[in-house]
């Protein structure tokens, strides 16, 4: 494995982990919030989508006409700041910037990562190694804050910290060996640009389904996740509920890792993850467990399928993926936000309902 790969790689692990180290304890860390309204654990939380979504497109647009090296350190290094404030700090306030910063963080990160694994040969390996760890990084966020939680709420933020400063050792590292890889994926990128500056990236027949797919594939996962603790309130324990939601990461990080070997083409991977998830959220309705380790089955198949299919196109890399995570990020934000206004009057079920028909038209957006 190369300097390059390694870091983004580590990067990945490191910085989802410290985004979601917050999520066991956002009730003690949102407490002296109260002041500022009943949703401050909500308004916590959000603020790290909040920092990604304005920022992840314009970092796109940079990726393509700077060193990718230069930005996925500078993720490390918000994301670094970002833990520092929240070790250090009880203020509410603070908290949320910090958090928004770590969004940012991943606005800086992620288009960079993808645009630089997009110019490699083995592309579909390393995209499903990228997705894996992504997920393994929040998954680990989680279980090594609750593990920890006993000792001080804040150990898992602080664990997570010390890893990312390690890994800012290390990309300060390749700043003085520079790498020749990273050169040649520079290289690419300046001809890519003079081929591709005319691309109608946002409006294009090749693109537009891939905006709208990656939407409504985080969303629909971002709708049961927000959704089902109501829904399952009288039949499920907090055990329960918490395996059957670590199932949907631990199933996307296998689906991702093995659709990587896979001699299978894009279009494929997203067809057939479509026809998973959109079963996996029917069978949700009536078991849980199940249900959910089909939709990451099925949600592991896209996130190789979705940066290969834009690898392919023939658009600036670095925007594209920049619009990929924007997209991603949009529906996390705004798909649960509609399904809890709409849960008031529509029974949840009936909502889980729409959500797979919503997903399964989605196939006729996929092209061959």
Known sequence: MDNDRFLIYSSA???MGLSNAVIPVLP???????????????LLYSSFFLGALSTLLPFGILSDRTDNLKLISLGLLLSFISGLWMIFTDNFMIFISARFIEG????????????????CTERARYMGEFSFLINAGLAAGVAVTGYLVHT???????????????????????FMVPSRTMGKIELQKKVSKREHSKSHIF????????WIISFILAGSSGVLISLYPEYGIDTLSKTELGISISLLYVSTMISSLLASYMDTGHAKLIKRGILMAT??????????????????????????GLPIAIASMKVEKGIAMGVYNTCIYAGLALMPLMAGALAKSIEIKTIFFMTAILFGLTIFLSKD
């Open 152 to 174: 001080n709420i804040k150990n898992g933020i602080i664990l997570f910290s010390i890893l990312i400063f390690f890994t800012m050792i290390f990309a300060i590292y390749l």
């Open 13 to 15: 692990l490191v910085i």
């Open 28 to 42: 003690e860390l949102s407490a002296t919030g109260q002041i500022y309204g009943i949703n401050s654990s909500s």
């Open 203 to 210: 409006t294009s027949k090749d693109t537009r389904g891939i």
């Open 104 to 119: 940012v963080a991943c606005g800086a990160f992620f288009p960079a990562a993808y645009s630089r694994l997009a110019g």
């Open 279 to 304: 079963v996996g959220i029917v069978v949700t309705i009536y078991s849980p467990m199940l249900g959910f380790f089909i939709i990451g089955t099925g949600t592991g198949l896209m996130l190789v």
